[in-house]
Each structure stands twice: as structure tokens, then as C-alpha cells.
């Protein structure tokens, strides 16, 4: 499930979290030196933005990886390898880049990189970055530090789209030195704060300092060292233990007490995703529209939020979170589970979730199983190791799937890839025409009221039709010893670290 791909899988359903504050800084001035140790919440897939679908390859690549754009925490754009941008014309974007900055091979960063690096993410066989990047027509080269988008139709998320991995800029001498084990060992091929070591699968991955990162002072940090922890119990062991540093994610349930405890930091901020699953649309029995319904009207909600979650975060409707301009409070097409209506609509038929073996993820699927049995619908729980589960997923192998979403700064983020005709992240494969036309009608229009209201009618049908079943909206969270400073809390999730560091 292309789609799921897409970072999709923070997996643990769930991600940490307690009383909603602001994003931003920790206070306190970093030390230089010393390493810190990151968990994440499963392995990692590939180390190339190209073809990554996985939350925790996107944290990984913040840190090797500089992108066109960035953000600060309240989720405005910035610059970043584009130094300034001059977008009047909504089809021809004219960017300035940084000077002076090279990668970690040694090699420049400049305009022939960019439209090195925008051709492979628009061409691969296995890029994922097709549907973020269908605008783009072309990109010519003006001078070293001057290029140009043209684009086929005015585009309105595209600075944002570039903050992410279709804006994450490679060394294509490093990419082409490193061949078919490039994704596995990307050796100087960022220009970040912090450069590729080596990638031990279920052991590290171990980046170190960048000396000549172009970003005056950063990073402070000597070194990363990254270990995958899929069990959120076993990653609050290691934290209380010192073999962790930072987490992103808890079980919920231990959320209270790790606040009360003065060895670790804890804080949250409402996050830009969504959770819930997907549901085949392309195959039984949930090529049935009416089955899908069932399955949504069935589900409680407000008892996920409570007994899994504990009240960290909101019950979620749809795609778009309360913290978006294009959030829609009315849509409430499935809200209180009714299994006597679920009834009437379809029931007697079995279906099997995918899911995996971490203990948040297993609890949810119970629960829902229970609610669902309420409805005369049997679901099973197929429980998968993680790589088998995401692949499956990805290639549409299933009949419903515990999926969730980081997030990204635009609304188009949330919805064009998952659920456009033929996206890049529509594991579902679901299909609407109109839907199709609100989304991208939402693409090319400037006017943001337009566009909300391109998204308020895309929403309501998605819901409807239940290709996808809300349940929660979570948070961002800083879960860490208290020897880590300047922590930046964003609310995509992402743990950028070359502001950070450790007493």
C-alpha cells in the first residue's frame, strides 16, 4: 500500500502523548559534543526519500537530508537549500539557492543537482514521489545558484510539498556510486547536519557530526546512533534504563507517571495526521460500499480514544485535523458507533486486519474486533513481522490494515496521494471522479477559501464512501531524558536534531 507507506507507519497506532501544549524550543543553550540515542518505533525500510514510505525513515532523513524548504514549529515555510523564491507567476517558480554548500561526498549543491534530483524523483520505477510532484512540468537550469519550476497547472501546495522528500536534495554522484545497495548505504549523499556511518538492519544506524555543515554552529551533537524498539514497552525500558535518549512514542497508559518523573521531559503538541484503517476497496468483501459503511458505523470511536489512547489526543472524522485552516467541524458522518444501524446495513461477513505484534497495536485490534462482533461482523487479526505487514499493505495483499498518517503542513498532504485516483499512497485503491476533481481543483486554486471548500465536499464523500475509517487525531510528543537540550518540538512528528544537545 503505496500509501501506507508514506510514513504511514508510525504504526504503533497510538503515539504518545498528554496535556496539549505549543510546539518549540526547550529552553537553554546545547553544549557541543557528545552522542544521543533516538528509538524508533519500528525498522526501517530503505535510506532513500525516492522510494520511502515510513515515518521513521522521514526522521532519519531530516537529519542526513536538507530539503528545498523547511519550516519552523508553527509549521510556516522557510528557507532552506532555496534561499529565496519569487512564485507571481502561478506556473513558472523562480528559486534562488544557498551558495557554497556541498554535500557530504564532497560534491556541490547546485541548480543541475536540483533538476538532477526532481527528474529521478518524477521518473523512477519505484519513486513514490509521482503524485507529489505531477505538477511540475519541468525544471531548467539558470545558473549554479538560480532554477526554475514550470509547472503545468499553478500548484498551491508545492513550496510545501518540497519541505518533504520530493524536496530532500542527493548527491547523484553519491547515488550512482552506491548502485543498487544505494538505499541501504547512502555514503555522502546528504548535505545535512549529520552524515551516514553505517546501517546494521534490527541492530543501529549510526550517523556522525557533518564538520562542514553549511548552517553556521550545527549541529552540536558528535553523533546519532538510531535503534529500532517495535515493542513501546521495551522503549520505555531503555529510556528508564539510559539505553535510549529520546523516544517519540509510549504505550498511552505510561504516559502520567513519566511526567511526574524528574529524570525525563515530556511535552506535546496537537499533531497534523490522523489514525485508523484502511479498508481494500478493490477486493471482498470491501468492494461492497455497504459492508465498508457497516465496518465505520460499527466503530467506537470515543472507546479507542479512552481505553487505548487514555484521552491522549481527540476522536477523529476525517483526513484533516482541528489544527488545519481546512479542518471542517461538521463533518461528523460517522461519530457515536450505532451496531444496530451498522446491522442493518451489512452484516454476517468475516474479514481479516493486518496488524502487527506491538502490544498498543494488538489491544486496539481486540477492541475493535469486540465492537465490530456487536455488529454481527467477524473480524480476524492476522498479526505480521513489520516488513512483511508494510509490504502487504503497499501492494494492496489485504483486507483491512491498521494504518496511520503523520501528517503534512498542507491539507493536499492528507489527502491527494491517499486517496486521488491512481496516488501514490492509495493502497485502498479507491476511485471517485468527483473526489478526484475537488483535489485537484484544490491543487490550482490560490484563493484559500476556494480551496477549503474543495476540501470540506472531498472529505464528506471520502467518509461516506469508507475507503479509510477515522478513529483519533494524536500528538507530536518530546519523550526524553532531561540531559537533552534545545529539543524543537514540531508538530509533524519529526525529531530533527541539529539543534539538540546533551548535557
Request: with cysteine.
Amino acid at each position: 500500500m503505496s500509501r501506507m507507506a508514506a510514513v504511514i507507519v508510525a504504526l504503533v497506532v497510538l503515539a504518545a502523548c498528554g496535556t496539549q501544549g505549543q510546539p518549540g524550543t526547550q529552553s537553554g543553550t546545547p553544549k557541543h559534543g557528545g552522542t544521543a540515542t533516538i528509538a524508533l518505533e519500528s525498522e526501517l525500510r530503505t535510506l532513500d526519500p525516492m522510494d520511502s514510505s515510513l515515518l521513521v525513515e522521514r526522521e532519519v532523513f531530516y537529519n542526513m537530508y536538507d530539503s528545498l524548504f523547511t519550516i519552523d514549529p508553527n509549521l510556516t515555510i522557510k528557507p532552506g537549500l532555496v534561499k529565496s523564491w519569487d512564485v507571481s507567476d502561478p506556473v513558472n517558480y523562480k528559486f534562488t539557492l544557498q551558495t557554497g554548500v556541498k554535500y557530504h561526498d564532497g560534491t556541490p549543491f547546485n541548480a543541475q543537482s536540483v533538476k538532477d534530483n526532481i527528474t529521478r524523483y518524477k521518473t523512477g520505477a519505484t519513486s513514490r514521489r509521482k503524485s507529489d510532484l505531477s505538477s511540475v512540468a519541468s525544471v531548467d537550469v539558470v545558473d549554479d545558484s538560480h532554477v526554475n519550476f514550470h509547472l503545468k497547472t499553478p500548484n498551491a501546495t508545492l513550496l510545501a510539498t518540497l519541505v518533504d522528500r520530493a524536496g530532500m536534495m542527493l548527491s547523484m554522484a553519491a547515488v550512482q556510486k552506491g548502485g543498487q545497495d544505494f538505499s541501504l548505504a547512502p555514503l555522502g549523499a546528504g548535505s545535512g547536519p549529520f552524515q551516514f556511518v553505517e546501517w546494521r538492519r534490527n541492530d543501529h544506524l549510526t550517523l556522525k557530526k557533518n564538520p562542514d555543515y553549511w548552517r553556521s554552529g550545527l549541529p552540536y551533537l558528535d553523533g546519532l546512533t538510531y535503534r529500532a524498539i517495535p515493542d513501546v514497552n521495551a522503549i520505555l525500558a531503555a529510556l528508564k534504563t539510559g539505553d535510549v535518549d529520546i523516544a517519540r512514542v509510549i504505550a498511552a497508559k505510561d504516559v502520567a507517571a513519566l511526567k511526574t518523573d524528574s529524570s525525563f521531559v515530556y511535552r506535546d503538541t496537537p499533531a497534523i495526521g490522523f489514525n485508523g484503517f484502511e479498508l481494500n476497496t478493490g477486493a471482498p468483501p470491501f468492494n461492497d460500499a455497504a459492508k465498508r459503511k457497516a465496518v465505520a458505523t460499527a466503530i467506537d470511536k470515543y472507546q479507542i480514544l479512552k481505553n487505548i489512547n487514555f484521552n491522549i489526543g481527540v476522536v477523529g472524522y476525517g483526513p484533516i485535523p482541528p489544527s488545519s485552516w481546512a479542518f471542517d467541524s461538521s463533518e461528523k458522518i460517522y461519530d457515536h458507533a450505532d451496531a444496530a444501524k451498522a446491522k442493518s446495513m451489512a452484516t454476517g461477513f468475516t474479514f481479516t486486519f493486518k496488524t502487527t505484534s506491538d502490544p498498543v497495536a494488538q489491544q486496539l485490534a481486540q477492541l475493535m474486533q469486540s465492537q465490530l462482533a456487536a455488529a454481527g461482523i467477524t473480524m480476524q487479526i492476522q498479526t505480521e513481522e513489520f516488513a512483511t505487514y508494510q509490504q502487504e499493505c503497499a501492494n494492496h495483499q489485504f483486507q483491512a490494515c491498521g494504518v496511520n498518517w503523520s501528517g503534512r503542513i498542507d491539507p493536499d498532504g492528507n489527502m491527494y496521494a491517499w486517496w486521488h485516483t491512481g496516488g501514490d499512497f492509495n493502497d485502498s485503491m479507491y476511485s471517485n471522479s468527483q473526489v478526484d476533481k475537488w483535489l485537484e481543483d484544490a491543487r490550482t486554486n490560490s484563493d484559500q477559501a476556494k480551496r477549503k471548500q474543495d476540501y470540506d465536499n472531498a472529505q464528506k464523500q471520502i467518509v461516506e464512501d469508507a475507503p479509510y475509517v477515522f478513529s483519533t487525531f494524536g500528538v507530536s510528543a518530546q519523550i526524553s531524558s532531561n540531559k537533552i537540550q534545545g529539543f524543537t518540538l514540531y508538530p509533524d512528528l519529526m525529531i530533527r536534531m541539529a539543534g539538540v544537545g546533551k548535557s
